[in-house]
Nanobody, 125 residues
Framework: QVQLVESGGGSVQAGGSLRLSCAASGYMYSSACMGWFRQAPGKERDVVAVIYTGGGSTSYADSVKGRFTISQDNAKNTVYLQMNSLKPEDTAKYYC??????????????????WGQGTQVTVSS
């Protein structure tokens, strides 16, 4: 059974930091892409950050560049999202996902077929 389990969400004041973790089980960790996505109430699920698991290349949404960092620990089968300088507009439910991408391209929500249950991040002003 493929499983992705997120942790590390919570409430923080603007300017604060959080680190999200995504523990992956099963063969799926050989997926080409791992990513973090977020969805605020009434909005679509958007890409936050992705990592190409083979080479470690990363891509970020413009809104989080310079503040968020995605990384992977292959020994622990875990992907992280370090979030610094948090803003109220970062408030959302954050999801971890894995998949093969779309034509090898990881920066698309359509390239992921395994999803975690999500973890809430709330940033107050």
């Amino acid at each position: 059974q493929v499983q992705l389990v997120e942790s590390g969400g919570g409430s923080v004041q603007a300017g604060g930091s959080l680190r999200l973790s995504c523990a992956a089980s099963g063969y799926m960790y050989s997926s080409a892409c791992m990513g973090w996505f977020r969805q605020a109430p009434g909005k679509e699920r958007d890409v936050v950050a992705v990592i190409y698991t083979g080479g470690g290349s990363t891509s970020y949404a413009d809104s989080v560049k310079g503040r968020f960092t995605i990384s992977q620990d292959n020994a622990k089968n875990t992907v992280y999202l370090q979030m610094n300088s948090l803003k109220p507009e970062d408030t959302a439910k954050y999801y971890c996902a894995a998949g093969g991408g779309v034509g090898g391209y990881c920066y698309s929500v359509w390239g992921y077929n395994y999803w975690g249950q999500g973890t809430q991040v709330t940033v107050s002003s």
